[in-house]
């Protein structure tokens, strides 16, 4: 905090040029790993379906996904979060969770099926138990990896469920692949009637299996309670295998009036329950920004108008189409930044008033201020 007319000299916020260089050349090697075992699942659904089904199910299953992925990015409404990490939970989700999924599945249902002797088992088993095991442990595992290698990227709640989010769709688009392409082979009647299902009815049921771990783990990041801390991530996880196995035995034990059941009954509240989830954290994480840009306020480093806007997301939303409307796509990229600036510093103070060890923890600071002050030079 810098009082007004006293500015922190810039910091550059870089890593070292080594250092930088071997992230880049893990991340290279990392991007080709995923993309190899995502083409070896396209080719195993490609055998299944035949190269016409496949076709009309990677069209079919990817065109709605944009849409599905700006709804849940407007919930992270006060500080977006970085879209490597974006890109990377989505493509986890897409590629490699889908992957692991796809081969422990198959093999758990092939061995209960050899030892029953029944391929009914075999199915029932690997849709009820290993399905949802294994699919929320490798989707759970990329979330997992940001809270704990990525600690100034994973403040809370909201944080959980956008990754979350992002994993679930890209598994969920990869999965639907695979059922679209199935239902290619049949009728067009038949396609139709699995996109209803899967890309109108239930097209978030992936994302809000996973959020339920992303909930756990926001719980965790934002209590100091060392229980709450070990107990809320493993909670969430086994929370999500459970309405995840509940879901897919609906249907595989009661078929088409069990889904209806379990749809009304269970992922309808659910899916409720999360909206509150959200509405709740959103609340906090306008509480923090309004207690830790408090100081500016006081020492005159904004504006009363520019302190309430930061703080509420009707706020924001004004400030941003008021500089769209002022100045064009600039201006509305500059206020844009401003809010998401301000909220950085928020969150970096309260982290570390928290007592979670942020490297460079004066220098970002200071930078974040220095930026402050050059945004709002621009846009008053």
């Given at each position: 905090?810098?009082?007004?007319?006293?500015?922190?000299?810039?910091?550059?916020?870089?890593?070292?040029?080594?250092?930088?260089?071997?992230?880049?050349?893990?991340?290279?090697?990392?991007?080709?790993?995923?993309?190899?075992?995502?083409?070896?699942?396209?080719?195993?659904?490609?055998?299944?379906?035949?190269?016409?089904?496949?076709?009309?199910?990677?069209?079919?299953?990817?065109?709605?996904?944009?849409?599905?992925?700006?709804?849940?990015?407007?919930?992270?409404?006060?500080?977006?979060?970085?879209?490597?990490?974006?890109?990377?939970?989505?493509?986890?989700?897409?590629?490699v969770a889908?992957?692991?999924?796809?081969?422990?599945?198959?093999?758990?249902?092939?061995?209960?099926?050899?030892?029953?002797?029944?391929?009914?088992?075999?199915?029932?088993?690997?849709?009820?138990?290993?399905?949802?095991?294994?699919?929320?442990?490798?989707?759970?595992?990329?979330?997992?990896?940001?809270?704990?290698?990525?600690?100034?990227?994973?403040?809370?709640?909201?944080?959980?469920?956008?990754?979350?989010?992002?994993?679930?769709?890209?598994?969920a688009m990869?999965?639907?692949?695979?059922?679209?392409?199935?239902?290619?082979?049949?009728?067009?009647?038949?396609?139709?009637?699995?996109?209803?299902?899967?890309?109108?009815i239930a097209?978030?049921?992936?994302?809000?299996?996973?959020?339920?771990?992303?909930?756990?783990?926001?719980?965790?990041?934002?209590?100091?309670?060392?229980?709450?801390?070990?107990?809320?991530?493993?909670?969430?996880?086994?929370?999500?295998?459970?309405?995840?196995?509940?879901?897919?035995?609906?249907?595989?034990?009661?078929?088409?009036?069990?889904?209806?059941?379990?749809?009304?009954?269970?992922?309808?509240?659910?899916?409720?329950?999360?909206?509150?989830?959200?509405?709740?954290?959103?609340?906090?994480?306008?509480?923090?920004?309004?207690?830790?840009?408090?100081?500016?306020?006081?020492?005159?480093?904004?504006?009363?108008?520019?302190?309430?806007?930061?703080?509420?997301?009707?706020?924001?939303?004004?400030?941003?189409?008021?500089?769209?409307?002022?100045?064009?796509?600039?201006?509305?990229?500059?206020?844009?930044?401003?809010?998401?600036?301000?909220?950085?510093?928020?969150?970096?103070?309260?982290?570390?008033?928290?007592?979670?060890?942020?490297?460079?923890?004066?220098?970002?600071?200071?930078?974040?201020?220095?930026?402050?002050?050059?945004?709002?030079?621009?846009?008053?």
């Amino acid at each position: 905090m810098f009082p007004q007319n006293q500015y922190p000299p810039i910091v550059r916020l870089k890593p070292a040029g080594h250092r930088s260089a071997i992230k880049i050349v893990l991340a290279v090697v990392a991007a080709l790993i995923a993309a190899l075992l995502g083409l070896i699942v396209l080719f195993l659904i490609g055998v299944e379906t035949g190269p016409v089904g496949l076709l009309i199910g990677l069209i079919t299953a990817t065109l709605p996904v944009p849409i599905y992925l700006v709804l849940a990015l407007w919930i992270d409404r006060y500080e977006s979060e970085p879209f490597w990490m974006l890109a990377t939970a989505f493509f986890w989700g897409a590629l490699v969770a889908v992957f692991i999924a796809f081969l422990f599945n198959t093999i758990s249902s092939i061995m209960v099926a050899l030892m029953t002797d029944s391929t009914k088992a075999g199915e029932a088993f690997g849709a009820v138990i290993s399905a949802p095991v294994v699919e929320e442990s490798a989707k759970a595992f990329i979330l997992f990896v940001f809270f704990f290698a990525k600690r100034d990227e994973f403040d809370g709640v909201v944080d959980g469920i956008v990754y979350a989010a992002m994993a679930g769709l890209g598994f969920a688009m990869t999965e639907n692949i695979q059922y679209y392409g199935r239902a290619a082979q049949e009728a067009g009647q038949g396609l139709t009637g699995v996109f209803i299902l899967r890309g109108t009815i239930a097209p978030f049921s992936h994302p809000l299996f996973t959020s339920l771990t992303g909930i756990g783990l926001g719980l965790a990041r934002q209590s100091r309670n060392t229980f709450v801390k070990i107990v809320t991530p493993v909670l969430g996880l086994l929370t999500a295998i459970a309405l995840h196995s509940i879901w897919n035995g609906s249907i595989v034990v009661f078929g088409g009036a069990g889904f209806l059941i379990a749809y009304v009954l269970i992922m309808v509240p659910a899916f409720v329950i999360i909206l509150i989830v959200i509405l709740l954290a959103l609340r906090r994480e306008g509480q923090i920004v309004r207690e830790y840009l408090l100081p500016d306020f006081q020492q005159g480093f904004f504006t009363q108008d520019e302190y309430n806007r930061f703080c509420t997301i009707r706020g924001r939303i004004g400030s941003n189409f008021n500089a769209f409307s002022r100045g064009g796509w600039e201006t509305w990229r500059a206020s844009r930044q401003l809010n998401q600036t301000a909220s950085e510093l928020a969150f970096h103070r309260s982290r570390v008033s928290r007592g979670i060890s942020v490297a460079d923890a004066l220098e970002r600071e200071a930078a974040y201020q220095m930026a402050l002050r050059d945004l709002l030079q621009k846009l008053r």
